[in-house]
């Protein structure tokens, strides 16, 4: 992000952050009314809210005050609405720090399932930016950490397992985007005991349909949505489209809970992290992970919509 694109979303964005700061309280208020669905990890009783929160681009805002304020309101939203899983990585910028700073602020480090990433080519590297990436997040232990992009993945993954053997991370996983690596991600499943994996999937993304969910499920491993909305540009795709006039049926509102509610009712996907700066845009997301879910008919019926649009 430009320094110029930054100091105009603060202008535009400056007042309405500090207004929902200010309402946090009012937000906690409603809390525990609605809490999201969710699923649990394959083959264990560890339940996940079907949407978590990412933080590319979105959280990588430095020190500006205005900014960080904006995204502690944004945690404060998806917190007061149940939701559990943040995802990072110390590709992020300054993403990690704007997360421990919104976590210290709202005290919010024990409902948070914290998830990060480990991303050098340097295996000698790992521990220690894992190290940092846990202090910048200032909690005791990450609950998940994924070799991000698979980049060097043979000896991160010794070292998480290593950490998990130890009883320093929950579980382990690994991640990719945009289709990408999708063989080699196949065989890692198959090879290693994974607990998740993180790919892109979504309503015109559906690669992972054929190979990969399937073979989640057959080995018991969590699946994570990435690029749920391909970094905004798929709604801005099927923004001023109608929605079908059966959407209400799902309980879709709008073009982001109907996408949201097609990859979330996936049996086999754990969560979707859609990113944003808005905490109106993170209760509309966590709004989706709600009854009703579209059933195989009517997921068919979604996709060929889209796809017709
Ligand atoms: N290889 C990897 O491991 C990998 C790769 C890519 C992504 N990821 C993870 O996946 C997360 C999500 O992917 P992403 O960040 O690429 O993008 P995304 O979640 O697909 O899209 C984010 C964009 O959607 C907009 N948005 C969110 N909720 C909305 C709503 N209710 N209505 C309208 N617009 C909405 C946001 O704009 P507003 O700010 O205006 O809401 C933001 O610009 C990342 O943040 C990251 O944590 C991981």
């Not at 430095?62 to 944004?74: F, H, I, M, R, S």
């Not at 929950?170 to 063989?183: E, F, L, M, Q």
């Not at 991600?185 to 690669?207: A, G, S």
Request: net charge positive; charged share 20%.
């Amino acid at each position: 992000m430009t320094h110029r694109t930054l100091t105009r979303r603060r202008l535009l964005q400056g007042m309405a952050s500090l207004a929902a700061a200010a309402a946090m309280p009012a937000i906690h208020a409603e809390a525990q009314e609605k809490s999201p669905l969710k699923r649990p990890l394959p083959g264990t009783d560890f339940p996940l809210p079907l949407v978590g929160l990412g933080s590319w681009i979105t959280f990588n805002v430095g020190n500006d005050p205005v900014l960080l304020e904006q995204c502690t309101a944004v945690m404060a939203a998806f917190f007061a609405m149940s939701g559990r899983m943040i995802d990072s990585s110390p590709m992020y910028g300054s993403s990690q720090a704007t997360i421990g700073h919104g976590l210290e602020k709202l005290g919010a480090a024990q409902q948070v399932y914290a998830t990060d990433k480990v991303w050098t080519s340097r295996p000698d590297e790992g521990s220690a930016q894992i190290e940092a990436s846990r202090q910048a997040w200032g909690i005791p232990r990450f609950d998940l950490l994924q070799v991000h992009n698979l980049v060097a993945w043979e000896e991160h993954l010794e070292t998480l397992f290593a950490m998990k053997e130890a009883g320093e991370i929950r579980h382990v996983g690994i991640t990719t985007s945009h289709g990408r690596r999708h063989d080699t991600m196949e065989r890692i499943m198959r090879d290693y005991p994974l607990d998740f994996v993180q790919l892109t999937y979504n309503i015109v993304d559906r690669e992972a349909e054929s190979r990969l969910l399937p073979l989640a499920r057959e080995r018991g491993i969590g699946v994570i949505a990435n690029r749920p909305f391909q970094r905004k540009r798929l709604i801005r795709r099927l923004e001023g489209k109608p929605l079908p006039s059966w959407a209400s049926d799902i309980g879709a509102g709008n073009w982001a809970q109907f996408i949201l509610k097609f990859i979330i009712s996936h049996p086999d996907i754990s969560c979707a992290i859609p990113a944003t700066t808005r905490p109106d845009h993170v209760r509309e997301n966590m709004a989706a992970a709600a009854n009703p879910l579209p059933d195989a008919a009517r997921r068919r019926a979604m996709a060929d919509y889209v796809q017709r649009l």
